[in-house]
């Protein structure tokens, strides 16, 4: 549904350069939820200005819903017009709403139908649809002024929704909330996603909102995409950091003489079972150093660190009697039972 390739980004910032996008290619399917995360600086608000043209590139090409945008944005009038269309089915959330202080909650959802020239009457009923949709419809009257932070993103959502698009950027849509609200309006979007079939790009710096809402995920990191992909496949993936980040399992080992691994288990595989099954088959203790379980997109998933008595060429038939139920396995390193980088970055 939206595609970037070799998307580069240079700004010239006080005769410096600076290399905001460095080649990123993202594949965001079509009916997703793809989050981008990455510390301060690391491009994100780049990329999505990018996808919306908003903020030409330097380099490489945009394509969203079969249309490439980066070849519309290099020619001319015409191409000018359809660029605009191509846009108007992009809506886009901000982190402070911009919302207009002077209009009403409904005449700021009608500002895109004005732009593209949609009649009154269609405007008001369509405005309030969507306010009734974001379950604001008795502020229809009032003022971005008298709402509170959360109100003003569901208008922002509302508006957003105007044209009718079929893909929704959001750029720190929830950075500016309270924990509850955040949750509320992550909701917001979960559901417009599944009741309008709308593919969102959002950006963000918190790795909870990943967790909460995305299906697929990407991490930045100095203009780049350093790991992307479904939340399922970053957690099959050894050594993800996105994963690490998602499912935080810390803990150590207590000595020298054992195998530490970390056992990742989705929807029916049941870590717990298999566990004392283990023990029980093996006739070994088996301590958990750590464990980390949540829902990502509906679906259970967890992760936990186990320790085993014995180093790991003593424990190749348990870690296969393991992996052989499902679950994936990975052995820690002590090295890299420390906490994950990422961890760090991302508490900013
Ligand atoms: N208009 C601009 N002119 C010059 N440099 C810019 C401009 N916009 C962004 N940059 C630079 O590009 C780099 C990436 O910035 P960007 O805003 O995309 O980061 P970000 O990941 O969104 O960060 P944050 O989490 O703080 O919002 C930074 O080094 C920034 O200083
Ligand atoms: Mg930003």
Redesign the pocket.
């Known amino acids: 549904m939206i595609t970037t390739s070799g998307l580069t980004?240079v700004?010239?910032?006080r005769g410096r350069e600076?290399?905001?996008?460095d080649g990123v290619d993202l594949h965001v399917r079509e009916g997703e939820v793809y989050g981008v995360i990455?510390?301060?600086?690391?491009?994100?608000?780049?990329?999505?200005?990018c996808v919306n043209l908003l903020?030409r590139p330097t380099s490489g090409t945009v394509t969203v819903a079969g249309q490439d945008l980066t070849a519309l944005a290099g020619r001319g009038h015409r191409a000018g017009r359809e660029l605009r269309e191509a846009r108007s089915r992009i809506g886009m959330v901000f982190?402070h709403f911009n919302l207009l202080s002077s209009r009403t909650v409904q005449r700021n959802v009608e500002l895109p139908l004005e732009i593209l020239g949609i009649s009154g009457q269609e405007r008001g009923r369509k405005a309030l649809e969507l306010l009734d949709l974001v379950g604001l419809a008795d502020k229809a009257k009032a003022y971005p002024g008298q709402l509170s932070g959360g109100q003003k993103q569901r208008v922002g959502i509302a508006r957003a929704l105007a044209g009718d698009p079929k893909v929704l950027l959001s750029?720190?849509a929830t950075s500016a909330l309270d924990p509850e609200t955040t949750r509320s309006v992550l909701q917001l979007l979960r559901d417009v996603n599944q009741q309008l079939g709308l593919t969102v790009l959002l950006?963000t710096?918190e790795m909870d909102v990943v967790k909460t809402v995305c299906d697929s995920a990407a991490l930045?990191r100095k203009?780049r995409v350093v790991e992307s992909g479904t939340v399922d496949e970053l957690l099959a993936t050894p050594g993800s950091e996105l994963a690490d980040a998602l499912f935080p399992v810390g803990g150590a080992a207590s000595g020298p003489d054992s195998t530490v691994l970390d056992v990742t288990f989705l929807g029916d595989a049941a870590a717990q079972p298999v566990i004392s099954q283990l023990s029980r088959t093996y006739n070994i203790d088996i301590s958990i150093l750590g464990a980390a379980m949540d829902t990502v997109g509906g679906r259970q998933i967890g992760r936990m660190r186990i320790e085993l008595p014995g180093r790991y060429e003593d424990n190749v038939v348990p870690i296969g009697f393991l992996r052989e139920r499902g679950l994936r396995t990975e052995t820690v390193t002590p090295a890299a039972a420390s906490p994950a980088p990422l961890t760090k970055e991302a508490a900013?």
Request: hydrophobic share 30%.
């Open positions: 980004k700004y010239q910032s600076v290399t905001a996008l990455g510390q301060s600086g690391a491009g994100k608000s780049s990329l999505i200005r903020e982190q750029d720190e950006i710096h930045m203009g900013k």
